[in-house]
């Protein structure tokens, strides 16, 4: 559980390579580059000799504020529950579709493993961090919790969400307790200019993996229900065609991916 060395220069140089090499592929609006030294300031000041446990879901608040000011993700929003790899393979850094560690706010920590301590000379604990607070479960979800959410809120039109059909020990494609469930489905905008109109669901199967669940099975239908009851419009969609392609890139030997190869072969 080592926490990451050198946190400020890497989040101030992912913010400079984010919005000078990366910004003009994919942001809808292009007029407001960012200050990074501000924004890491904005970051360091919530968390720095903060007790872990005493972290809440308004902690970095100014954080994504400054950070996710004035964005809207619009048809292009994609999420993922289980599906990290295959998803971000597939967004292929915001030129396809944009996740949420394709923002800045996200980009700049993705990956990055940090905490406050109040005692360290230097306000940060760059040993360990608890992440598991008994008393306090909205400090572990003080940062992701609040960047699902904000990212959530930022999707318009139609959005994509990535599941993956072939958990093993009946852990169901949908799970209550994900972020997704808790943090990211509940905060689509159903009202105004930038509301969510329609929600795909694109549900995986890995290649020589057991499929647990399809469309329309078990947990899937409860996230219709939600999803229909929240008055969005709902597709699933099983193993779309691109996204196995992308599978199989990994996964050559599989018996699924052999028939992909026969059928590419005669095209
Ligand atoms: P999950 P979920 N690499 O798969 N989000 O619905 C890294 F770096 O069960 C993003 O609970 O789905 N982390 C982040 C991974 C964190 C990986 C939380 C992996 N290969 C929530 N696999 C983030 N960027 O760190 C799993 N994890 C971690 C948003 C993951 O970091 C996204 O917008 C998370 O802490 C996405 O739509 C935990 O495993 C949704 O929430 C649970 O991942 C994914 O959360």
Redesign the pocket.
Known sequence: NGTTCGLKEIMIGRCYEYQYLKYQLFLTNQSNVKNCTQLYQAFESAVRYKPYCNMNMSTYEKYFQLALSDVHVINRAM????T??VTHAYSADGANYI???DTLA?AMV??LVWCGNENHTDGFDFFSCPNNCKDNRWADLAF?GL??KT?AQLAAGEIYVVLNGSHANDRPAFRNN???SD??LPNFRRTGEYRVTKINILLLHSPDKQVTEKCGEKSLVELENLILAQGFQYACKDDPEELILIMCGNQWEARECQIARHVLRQA
Request: charged share 10%; glycine share 14%.
């Open positions: 999420f993922w529950s289980g990290y790899g996740t949420l560690e996200a993705n990956g992701w960047a699902s990212f994900s972020y997704f943090f990211e």
